[in-house]
């Protein structure tokens, strides 16, 4: 049976590498009848932009004038949308595919419900619970409420969805599953980087995510959702 796969996109300043994980995206997905709809959001202060249209002419883009990555995720939050597609997916500049990754998510949804996240890997980041590449079945997210909490900047909002996630029982994981995290700080292994290509290096738009200013406020608002219960 033909299933509905949704994938958000944020991006900003990097209109070639996202082309670049994009077509991976579709070079990996599984010869099937499962169909792909592919949300791109970007900011309107992008200096990039002309570029970003060029290159994506067919696929939907989103543009906003986001203050921060979190925003420009949710900004593509319906809940209308989700109740028609099955896998929810936000992608992003850095993260690569694992073959088949459609067929091998599906599997895990299937048997676990989809009202869960998945917990893949990206092989060399050590034995976090994060859910750095946020995955699940479109339950979770409406029942999650958002795509990110929204009074994050970017910094420690997947803490706060694998907490969520762990603690109401929808947290799966699938480590088998690898898509690997190509981002300067990690420091991926030569064999992945032979088979993916160099790792993405520190830039303006990595400086705005992780900045002093989103450590702080981000820190202070997980703590926040810690003693609330996360409600």
Known sequence: MMKKILLVHPSRGRPEQAKKIYEQILNTKAVN???LSYILSLDTDDPTLKTYKELFPNITILIHD???LVQAVNRAYDRDMLVTFDLVGIATDDTYFAQNWDEEL???LDKHGYDKAIKVTSQFQGNTNLLTFPVGGNQFFLDYGTFHYHEYLSVYADDDMTEWAIKNNRYVEARHLVFPHMQYSLGPPQNI??????ILPHDETYAKQNSAAAYEIGGKVLEKRRRNNFQ
Do not use: A, E, V
């Not at 980087?193 to 160099?198: F, K, T, V």
């Open 33 to 35: 009848d499962n169909t």
């Open 66 to 68: 986001n203050s921060c």
């Open 106 to 108: 599906f599997k895990i």
């Open 193 to 198: 980087i032979d088979q993916y290509g160099q």
